[in-house]
Nanobody, 117 residues
Framework: QVQLVESGGGLVQPGGSLRLSCAAS????????MRWYRQAPGKEGELVAT????????TYVDSVKGRFTISRENAKNTVYLQMNSLKPEDTAVYYC??????????WGQGTRVTVSS
């Protein structure tokens, strides 16, 4: 059974930091491209960050460049999203996404991030 379990969300003040984690099971994690998406209230989902299977290449949406860092530990089947200098507009439910070499996609259940004073 495939599971992607996100954790690390919560309430944080503007300018603060959070680190999201996504622990995977039931997939060959080291072969998967991993992504973080987010969906803010009343808005469409947005791709936030991508990391290749080996971790050598990362990409980010412009609005988070320089503030967020995606990383992975293949030995722990875990991908992370370090979020610094958080802004109210970063408030959203963040979802972990895995795509295997055959194009099959898996999703986590999401973790809520609220940035507010």
């Amino acid at each position: 059974q495939v599971q992607l379990v996100e954790s690390g969300g919560g309430l944080v003040q503007p300018g603060g930091s959070l680190r999201l984690s996504c622990a995977a099971s039931g997939i060959t994690f080291s072969s998967c491209v991993m992504r973080w998406y987010r969906q803010a209230p009343g808005k469409e989902g947005e791709l936030v960050a991508t990391i290749t299977s080996g971790g050598s290449t990362t990409t980010y949406v412009d609005s988070v460049k320089g503030r967020f860092t995606i990383s992975r530990e293949n030995a722990k089947n875990t991908v992370y999203l370090q979020m610094n200098s958080l802004k109210p507009e970063d408030t959203a439910v963040y979802y972990c996404n895995a795509v295997n070499p055959w194009g099959i996609t898996y999703w986590g259940q999401g973790t809520r991030v609220t940035v507010s004073s």
